[in-house]
């Protein structure tokens, strides 16, 4: 193995190397060009606090940005509006006010292309990633393409509000704006993290053409269509999912390295990666300007990957049976070569397989499942040393299998051949399934084929200076494009789910094991890697949380207006010393209003707090409901359920399907102002109806005791320390 030792060193450097972020372009830099540096600025002025709908802050930042556009000439229009609408069973209201700024074009008749982001942020954060630097990215672009030619169409500048709350703005501005019918093509912009290479991940439909030009123009592109499906068959949504509801042509950037700062308050600029900004504008400046030349056709959707940001491959969905067969074919032929010119033990190399892919498999699973029901955001403190933990622990179970099973002088097993077969009869599946994921499997067949081909097959086994170059050569591309993959996969997935390792394990395996061999293989260098791997995991699992890793933290006042009791509520689900402090005597239980699931809480004085008011009025066949909090409320969820089935009904003009009995409506809105809001439904012939209105003002009671001061380790999450009010009230034919 001391080849493909080396091999995999120098895999890791290279694709360490690929992974780092752009050095970002500075104040100096050509006026035409996209510069980080003169994007800090904006994203800076943004991002000092918090800024959810509603706030005071939220005005202060939509000035910034109005000015701003006003600066860049753009003459900013603003879209003001209450946005509702229904996502699953929830319906989901709130003021938006959008900001919308046109670069005109030498031929505004042509339909225009649409850049977005969105300036509002969730409690707590204040949103440096998520989305002042998507802002930043915007208004960058729309400064460096007004410092050159004017563009053959127009440029739509569109900054959404509420896309925090539910794609408010997003659905604001497509469903009534009337400039939304001048869009032909959409770029957005979005993180769910600070830090990485940006990677456009989603497209619109029929995307071969977008996607051929974003590649030729974009600088060091970073995309492939295993994102993509991925994407698409999440619950995951942007403001982008509003504009591909239109068909539009469409590019999704995103980056979302150390995603501990995500919607948290390290996502400040300072802890902002200034060269994953750099990488996300330099992408799409590139993608804008070529479509303000030519709209992209919407002819078919095809399959493409970036090789380590160097040059993108992309090819027709029919064209992967073709890369398939020729995959399959030089796998085969050099499996045969093989066989004749060493004949391998089958029986211990389906052995080997089977173990190469169960255990390292079963460990996976057993580390994912140490976390228990830890909430996702308390498990990002050591991301890091996470995924690098579980790659080596993944990795060196395997080789440590494998070297056991291949260091015979005479007869080795059949490992690489075994896991090749395998590989082909998942990418064939794949092609047949999801042809545009399908390379992932199809890729490793052709690499290896190639390798077995030229081994086996032309040099009869043995390994001259030819060989050991293209072997080595495809080997160190193929296995950093791996590692590469495996990275982003676990970044995306793996923090919940470690087990997706295997992927990338599996296809990287067989091209390092056919690398040249020394029947003298020991087993201590996996063993030590499988060591490193667990320690790494195990510190990531367990590390305390410090003043640069702070931890999570989530308590509210929660007050049930029936019956008068007050409650100290922990909504995630770790009683670390500084929650056990600001409970007091806690005991983890279902609250007396939840639906079952155990929260942390502990009794609390009661004080006065704000009332809010529900009325439920019987007139003929129909039931109104009428909900009212005080003045200072930052949401309203009421929370509606029947026996009896339920008709369908109309919120603020979205049509709301019947559901069955015992089916629950939450309707969420935000900003209620102090007149309130009302609506009606038909009234059931049977059984009662239930309504829970759940109140939530961003502030800690007057007269409560007060929270003890957050140590440093510690940070407030998901509007931590505000008051939230219950208020239960049922109805009887």
């Not at 030498?106 to 339909?111: F, G, R």
């Not at 033990?345 to 389906?350: F, P, Y």
């Not at 047949?432 to 077995?452: D, N, Q, R, S, T």
């Not at 030229?454 to 060989?467: A, E, K, P, Q």
Request: aromatic share 8%; charged share 15%.
């Amino acid at each position: 193995m001391r080849t493909g030792y080396i091999v995999l060193i120098l895999a890791l450097l290279l694709a360490a190397w690929r992974l780092q972020t752009p050095t970002p372009e500075g104040l100096a830099a050509p006026a035409t060009v996209f510069s980080a540096s003169r994007a800090v600025t904006d994203i800076t002025a943004i991002a000092q606090k918090p800024h959810p709908v509603g706030t005071a802050e939220h005005e202060r930042v939509r000035a910034v940005i109005v000015a701003r556009m006003t600066e860049l000439g753009l003459v900013p229009v603003l879209q003001s509006e209450r946005s509702t609408t229904l996502l699953g069973n929830q319906i989901i209201s709130a003021p938006v006010t959008n900001i919308i700024g046109t670069l005109k074009g030498k031929d505004p008749t042509q339909p225009a292309v649409l850049i977005m982001s969105h300036y509002d942020t969730v409690p707590d954060s204040p949103g440096a990633a998520d989305d002042s630097a998507g802002v930043a990215t915007t208004l960058e672009i729309a400064r460096a393409l007004k410092a050159g030619p004017q563009p053959q169409r127009d440029i739509i500048f569109l900054i959404t509000d509420g896309e925090e709350l539910g794609l408010m703005g997003a659905s604001a501005f497509f469903h009534h704006d009337p400039l939304a019918a001048h869009v032909g093509a959409a770029i957005n912009f979005e993180t769910r993290g600070d830090s990485g290479l940006a990677n456009m991940f989603e497209t619109g439909p029929n995307n071969a053409d977008a996607v051929a030009l974003y590649a030729a123009n974009a600088k060091r592109p970073s995309a492939n269509s295993l994102s993509l499906a991925i994407y698409k068959r999440m619950p995951n949504g942007t403001d982008l999912s509003v504009a591909l509801e239109k068909g539009l042509p469409a590019l999704n950037f995103a980056f979302i390295g150390d995603e501990a700062a995500y919607h948290s308050a390290l996502a400040t600029p300072a802890h902002l990666d200034l060269g994953s900004v750099q990488h996300m504008g330099d992408q799409a400046l590139g993608a804008a300007r070529a479509f303000a030349v030519r709209l992209p056709e919407q002819k078919a959707d095809e399959v493409f990957a970036d090789v380590l940001g160097f040059f993108m491959i992309q090819y027709p969905l029919w064209f992967g049976w073709i890369v398939f067969a020729a995959a399959a074919v030089l796998a085969l032929y050099g499996i045969w070569a093989a066989e004749k010119s060493a004949p391998a033990a089958w029986g211990r190399g389906l052995v080997a397989a089977l173990l190469v892919i169960v255990v390292p498999a079963a460990m996976l699973l057993a580390v994912g499942k140490s976390f228990g029901s830890l909430d996702h955001v308390l498990r990002l403190i050591q991301v890091d040393s996470l995924l690098i933990g579980a790659g080596a622990l993944a990795l060196g179970l395997a080789l440590t299998i494998a070297v056991v099973f291949t260091r015979r002088k005479f007869y080795p097993a059949a490992l690489w051949q075994v896991l090749l077969l395998l590989l082909v009869v998942l990418g064939g599946v794949a092609e047949v399934l999801v042809p545009e994921a399908a390379f992932v499997l199809v890729w490793p067949v052709l690499v290896g084929g190639v390798m077995a081909t030229v081994r086996f097959g032309i040099y009869r086994g043995r390994d001259s200076f030819v060989s050991i170059v293209i072997c080595t050569g495809l080997a160190l591309v193929f296995l950093a494009m791996t590692i590469s993959l495996g990275a982003a996969m676990f970044t995306a997935l793996g923090v919940e789910w470690p087990a997706v390792m295997i992927l990338p394990l599996v296809t990287g395996l067989p091209i390092l094991l056919l690398l040249p061999q020394s029947r003298k293989s020991s087993t201590w260098v996996p063993l030590t890697i499988t060591a490193a791997g667990a320690l790494l995991f195990v510190y990531g699992r367990f590390a305390a949380p410090t003043a640069d890793r702070p931890a999570p933290t989530l308590v509210r006042y929660v007050k049930d207006l029936d019956s008068g009791k007050a409650y100290r509520v922990a909504y995630l689900n770790a009683l670390d010393p500084w929650t056990q402090e600001a409970l007091g005597k806690p005991r983890q239980n279902a609250l007396p209003w939840g639906n079952g699931g155990k929260v942390w809480w502990a009794p609390a004085d009661a004080v006065n707090v704000a009332d809010t008011d529900v009325i439920l009025q019987r007139s003929g066949a129909s039931l109104g409901i009428f909900v009212a909090p005080r003045p200072g409320a930052y949401s309203v969820v009421v929370s509606l359920r029947s026996d009896d089935k339920l008709a369908a009904f109309t919120f603020d003009g979205v049509k709301v399907s019947a559901a069955a009995a015992g089916t629950s409506y939450d309707i969420r809105y935000y900003a209620p102002g102090r007149d309130g809001f009302s609506w009606i439904v038909d009234a059931p012939q049977k059984g009662k109806v239930e309504v829970k209105v759940t109140t939530l003002y961003q502030a800690w009671p007057r007269d409560a005791a007060p929270l003890p001061p957050l140590p440093s380790e510690r940070m407030a999450f998901g509007n931590s320390a505000a008051t939230e009010t219950v208020k239960r009230r049922v109805w009887t034919p």
